[in-house]
């Protein structure tokens, strides 16, 4: 299918996801504007929202301009009130529908921090200091996936089960993404299995391995078994460049990156395919305890749409300049709620106006 490059689909969904959008499209209008990017954007309902108004999570509609687009921002969804819905009503199911009819198989999500908020962390500051990891996360097989799967209930005892499977080709693909991101980087992998007891970690390993000698012998390789990576990762976090892992080992490991940094509201992330088409989003849900104040701390959003620039319209230079934007952000004492420890903060809206008064 032939695409146009500069397509974006925005799907802000629901509570603070809404919020975080607005701001972030208000800057990329700002950029769309100025630098002439020649960006058609659209955007849709999805999540409770959708359901709200079709009477479905994610309308063909929204599927077909997500299929036909480069770059998806994605805010994020979910509300207590649509919890006891059927699931393929529910506003999860969108987002893994869109996972999965994408073939967003690469779930690329950095955990970084900000000097000027290491307070808001759990380790120590000399732990923490400069923490700068890229994890590559498997996302659309191995266990969450795997078949056979279910729950006898018929059996005596009861008896459930789920597989753990990947083929070579699907370990090829993921760490290719993690040699090629490391190659942006610091050209260190790290690669996460449990090749001790499962069978199909060993096979990882030698998959990784092989395609390591083939192609990318220049970079560092090393293995880590997956609970040694869990403390690693709070004992001496610095260590790592990229983290590659399978779907489940990289859901956990990516979650406690993420912790470390104290600060839910600035984590972006991008899961993309084979073509470099990305859904972009932030790490954070869609806070029901705050949504509707204005107080969301849109950074991981104006962050996860920078890397839309960078991973799918191949706009670097464009991309650096965002992130460095935050970077002064954060610098000159900008605060949201969520990081100001008590001290005065800015509002969603106001975030905006001062990234692009930075930009400008
Ligand atoms: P959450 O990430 O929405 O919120 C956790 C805590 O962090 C809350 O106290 C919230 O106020 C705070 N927070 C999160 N993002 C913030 C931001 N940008 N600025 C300031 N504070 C922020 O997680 P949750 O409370 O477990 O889930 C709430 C809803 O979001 C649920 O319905 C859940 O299913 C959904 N959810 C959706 C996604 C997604 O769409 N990708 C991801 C996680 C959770």
Redesign the pocket.
């Known amino acids: 299918m032939i695409k146009d490059t500069h397509k974006i689909l925005a799907l802000p969904?629901?509570?603070?996801?809404q919020e975080?959008m607005d701001a972030t499209l208000e800057v990329l209008d700002f950029l769309n504007t100025r630098e002439s990017l020649g960006i058609e954007l659209k955007i849709l309902s999805v999540?409770g929202a959708s359901y709200d108004e079709h009477g479905t999570p994610l309308t063909e509609t929204a599927l077909d301009e997500a299929k036909k687009s480069s770059a998806i921002l994605?805010?994020?969804?979910?509300?207590?009130k649509?919890?006891n819905l059927a699931w393929d009503k529910r506003?999860?199911h969108a987002?893994l529908t869109l996972r999965k009819e994408l073939n967003l198989f690469a779930n690329l999500r950095p955990a970084f921090l900000f000097n000027e908020l290491a307070g808001a962390s759990s380790l120590k500051p000399e732990i923490i200091k400069d923490l700068d990891i890229l994890i590559v996360r498997e996302l659309t097989g191995g266990l969450y996936f795997g078949e056979p799967r279910g729950i006898n209930e018929n059996e005596s005892p009861k008896r459930a089960f789920n597989t753990m499977v990947y083929n070579e080709i699907e370990i090829n693909r993921i760490a290719k993404v993690a040699f090629e991101s490391a190659a942006k980087r610091k050209n260190k992998v790290c690669s996460v299995d449990k090749a001790n007891v499962l069978e199909v970690s060993k096979f990882w390993r030698e998959q990784v391995t092989k395609l390591h000698a083939k192609d990318f012998k220049d970079q560092h390789l090393s293995h880590m078994l997956a609970d040694n990576a869990a403390m690693q990762l709070v004992i001496n976090p610095n260590q790592f460049d990229v983290i590659l892992a399978s779907n489940l080992f990289g859901d956990i490991l990516s979650d406690i990156a993420a912790t470390l940094t104290g600060s839910?509201?600035m984590l972006p992330s991008a899961s993309l395919n084979e073509n470099n088409v990305g859904m972009y989003?932030?790490?954070?849900?869609?806070?029901?305890?705050?949504a509707g104040q204005g107080?969301?701390?849109?950074l991981?959003?104006i962050l996860s749409m920078s890397m839309a620039m960078r991973y799918s319209l191949n706009l670097d230079s464009l991309a650096d300049r965002i992130d460095n934007s935050v970077k002064v952000f954060v610098m000159n004492g900008g605060r949201?709620?969520?990081i100001a420890s008590g001290a005065p903060y800015l509002k969603t809206h106001e975030v905006a106006k001062e990234i692009i008064q930075i930009l400008s």
Do not use: R
Not at 281 to 290: L, T
């Open positions: 969904g629901d509570g603070i996801g975080v999540g994605f805010g994020a969804v979910g509300a207590p649509y919890d506003p999860e987002l839910i509201g989003e932030p790490c954070h849900g869609s806070a029901p305890d705050i107080i969301a701390n849109p991981a959003m949201t709620k969520d």
